[in-house]
Protein backbone atom coordinates (compact mmCIF):
# COMPACT_ATOMS: atom_id res chain seq x y z
CA UNK A 1 0.00 0.00 0.00
CA UNK A 2 1.06 4.05 -0.27
CA UNK A 3 2.11 3.18 3.39
CA UNK A 4 4.49 0.60 2.88
CA UNK A 5 6.24 2.74 -0.06
CA UNK A 6 9.25 2.06 2.77
CA UNK A 7 10.23 -0.98 0.79
CA UNK A 8 12.38 0.07 -1.99
CA UNK A 9 10.62 -0.43 -5.26
CA UNK A 10 14.17 -2.73 -6.36
CA UNK A 11 13.00 -5.35 -3.86
CA UNK A 12 9.22 -4.60 -4.45
CA UNK A 13 9.40 -4.87 -8.26
CA UNK A 14 10.80 -8.69 -7.51
CA UNK A 15 7.61 -10.20 -5.62
CA UNK A 16 5.93 -12.50 -7.79
CA UNK A 17 2.26 -12.54 -6.09
CA UNK A 18 1.40 -9.65 -3.58
CA UNK A 19 -1.60 -8.23 -2.35
CA UNK A 20 -1.85 -4.28 -3.06
CA UNK A 21 -3.95 -2.24 -0.80
CA UNK A 22 -4.86 1.06 -1.06
CA UNK A 23 -7.49 1.66 2.46
CA UNK A 24 -8.58 5.34 0.76
CA UNK A 25 -8.43 6.40 -3.09
CA UNK A 26 -9.81 9.98 -3.64
CA UNK A 27 -8.63 11.62 -0.33
CA UNK A 28 -9.95 14.63 -1.49
CA UNK A 29 -12.86 13.46 -2.38
CA UNK A 30 -13.06 11.94 1.68
CA UNK A 31 -12.66 15.47 2.31
CA UNK A 32 -14.95 16.92 0.30
CA UNK A 33 -17.82 14.65 1.70
CA UNK A 34 -19.32 13.64 -1.86
CA UNK A 35 -18.57 10.19 -1.18
CA UNK A 36 -16.66 9.25 -4.42
CA UNK A 37 -13.68 7.55 -2.09
CA UNK A 38 -13.39 4.13 -2.34
CA UNK A 39 -10.85 0.85 -1.04
CA UNK A 40 -9.08 -0.37 -3.61
CA UNK A 41 -7.65 -4.77 -3.50
CA UNK A 42 -5.34 -5.99 -6.17
CA UNK A 43 -3.94 -9.51 -6.22
CA UNK A 44 -0.61 -9.01 -8.15
CA UNK A 45 0.67 -12.05 -9.86
CA UNK A 46 3.58 -12.19 -11.80
CA UNK A 47 3.51 -8.44 -12.57
CA UNK A 48 0.14 -8.33 -13.64
CA UNK A 49 -3.11 -7.53 -11.71
CA UNK A 50 -5.47 -10.69 -11.79
CA UNK A 51 -7.85 -9.93 -9.08
CA UNK A 52 -9.43 -6.30 -8.51
CA UNK A 53 -12.11 -5.11 -5.94
CA UNK A 54 -13.39 -1.23 -5.61
CA UNK A 55 -15.66 -0.87 -2.58
CA UNK A 56 -17.37 2.17 -2.68
CA UNK A 57 -18.53 2.72 1.31
CA UNK A 58 -21.26 5.93 0.78
CA UNK A 59 -23.17 3.98 -1.82
CA UNK A 60 -22.45 0.42 -0.75
CA UNK A 61 -21.05 -0.86 -4.51
CA UNK A 62 -18.81 -3.06 -4.77
CA UNK A 63 -16.74 -3.58 -8.27
CA UNK A 64 -14.80 -6.43 -8.21
CA UNK A 65 -13.28 -8.99 -10.72
CA UNK A 66 -11.75 -12.44 -10.78
CA UNK A 67 -10.21 -15.40 -13.17
CA UNK A 68 -12.59 -17.16 -14.51
CA UNK A 69 -15.61 -15.11 -13.03
CA UNK A 70 -15.65 -11.69 -15.38
CA UNK A 71 -16.40 -8.51 -13.85
CA UNK A 72 -19.36 -7.56 -11.35
CA UNK A 73 -21.17 -4.96 -9.77
CA UNK A 74 -22.50 -5.57 -5.76
CA UNK A 75 -24.88 -3.17 -4.60
CA UNK A 76 -25.98 -3.11 -1.12
CA UNK A 77 -23.22 -5.19 -0.57
CA UNK A 78 -23.46 -4.54 3.40
CA UNK A 79 -26.86 -6.25 3.16
CA UNK A 80 -25.90 -9.07 1.08
CA UNK A 81 -23.27 -10.31 3.00
CA UNK A 82 -25.75 -10.56 5.54
CA UNK A 83 -27.62 -12.96 3.83
CA UNK A 84 -24.55 -15.14 2.71
CA UNK A 85 -21.84 -13.74 0.35
CA UNK A 86 -21.56 -15.88 -2.72
CA UNK A 87 -18.97 -15.43 -5.42
CA UNK A 88 -20.28 -17.00 -8.04
CA UNK A 89 -23.35 -15.49 -7.85
CA UNK A 90 -22.69 -12.05 -6.67
CA UNK A 91 -24.08 -9.42 -8.36
CA UNK A 92 -24.41 -8.20 -11.57
CA UNK A 93 -22.21 -8.79 -14.56
CA UNK A 94 -19.92 -6.74 -16.09
CA UNK A 95 -20.40 -4.65 -18.66
CA UNK A 96 -24.23 -3.85 -17.63
CA UNK A 97 -26.80 -4.47 -20.80
CA UNK A 98 -26.87 -1.53 -23.19
CA UNK A 99 -29.21 0.82 -22.38
CA UNK A 100 -30.39 3.70 -24.44
CA UNK A 101 -28.17 4.96 -26.83
CA UNK A 102 -25.70 7.48 -25.92
CA UNK A 103 -23.12 9.46 -27.44
CA UNK A 104 -19.29 8.61 -26.92
CA UNK A 105 -18.61 8.97 -23.22
CA UNK A 106 -15.27 10.12 -21.83
CA UNK A 107 -15.04 10.19 -17.72
CA UNK A 108 -12.51 12.79 -16.36
CA UNK A 109 -11.67 14.12 -13.31
CA UNK A 110 -13.09 17.31 -11.91
CA UNK A 111 -9.89 18.22 -10.01
CA UNK A 112 -7.36 17.43 -12.71
CA UNK A 113 -8.28 19.48 -15.94
CA UNK A 114 -5.04 19.54 -18.15
CA UNK A 115 -4.64 20.39 -22.03
CA UNK A 116 -3.76 16.51 -22.78
CA UNK A 117 -6.90 15.82 -21.70
CA UNK A 118 -8.64 18.33 -23.58
CA UNK A 119 -6.93 17.46 -26.49
CA UNK A 120 -8.09 13.64 -26.26
CA UNK A 121 -11.65 15.11 -25.85
CA UNK A 122 -11.07 17.28 -29.15
CA UNK A 123 -10.27 14.15 -30.89
CA UNK A 124 -12.79 12.04 -30.01
CA UNK A 125 -14.98 14.60 -31.38
CA UNK A 126 -13.54 14.84 -34.36
CA UNK A 127 -13.68 11.37 -34.59
CA UNK A 128 -16.84 10.26 -33.37
CA UNK A 129 -18.61 13.33 -33.60
CA UNK A 130 -20.43 14.27 -29.72
CA UNK A 131 -18.75 13.43 -27.38
CA UNK A 132 -20.30 13.20 -23.49
CA UNK A 133 -17.74 14.16 -20.68
CA UNK A 134 -18.62 12.67 -16.92
CA UNK A 135 -16.59 13.28 -13.85
CA UNK A 136 -16.06 10.79 -11.02
CA UNK A 137 -13.68 10.47 -8.39
CA UNK A 138 -10.85 8.52 -9.18
CA UNK A 139 -11.32 4.63 -9.14
CA UNK A 140 -15.38 5.17 -9.60
CA UNK A 141 -14.06 6.67 -13.50
CA UNK A 142 -12.80 2.93 -13.88
CA UNK A 143 -16.45 1.54 -12.26
CA UNK A 144 -17.98 3.11 -15.35
CA UNK A 145 -15.89 2.35 -17.56
CA UNK A 146 -16.91 -1.45 -16.31
CA UNK A 147 -20.49 -0.83 -16.38
CA UNK A 148 -20.45 0.41 -19.84
CA UNK A 149 -21.95 3.59 -19.05
CA UNK A 150 -18.11 5.32 -20.07
CA UNK A 151 -16.25 4.37 -23.35
CA UNK A 152 -13.07 6.00 -21.94
CA UNK A 153 -10.69 7.34 -19.17
CA UNK A 154 -8.02 9.20 -20.26
CA UNK A 155 -5.19 9.00 -17.95
CA UNK A 156 -3.26 11.73 -18.35
CA UNK A 157 -1.80 12.43 -14.98
CA UNK A 158 1.38 9.98 -13.45
CA UNK A 159 -0.33 7.49 -10.60
CA UNK A 160 1.72 4.91 -8.49
CA UNK A 161 0.85 1.08 -8.35
CA UNK A 162 -1.43 1.08 -5.58
CA UNK A 163 -3.49 4.05 -6.95
CA UNK A 164 -4.35 1.71 -10.13
CA UNK A 165 -3.72 -1.79 -9.59
CA UNK A 166 -7.77 -2.77 -8.91
CA UNK A 167 -8.33 -1.12 -12.13
CA UNK A 168 -7.25 -2.76 -15.11
CA UNK A 169 -7.95 -6.33 -14.17
CA UNK A 170 -11.65 -4.57 -13.29
CA UNK A 171 -12.02 -3.15 -16.39
CA UNK A 172 -10.05 -6.48 -18.45
CA UNK A 173 -12.14 -8.95 -17.04
CA UNK A 174 -15.02 -6.71 -18.16
CA UNK A 175 -14.15 -6.47 -22.15
CA UNK A 176 -13.66 -2.98 -21.71
Known amino acids: SEEGRAVPYAERRAWKRFWLVDPLDGTKEFIHRNGEFTVNIALVADRRPVLGVIYVPVADRLYWAAPGMGARLLEE ?7 GFDPAAAGRRLPLPPGDPRP ?24 RGEVEVMTA ?33 LAQAAGR
Open 104 to 127: YTVVGSRRHGAPRLEAFIEEARRR
Open 137 to 169: GRALKFGLVAEGRADAYPRTRPTLDWDTAARPA
Open 77 to 83: CRRASAL
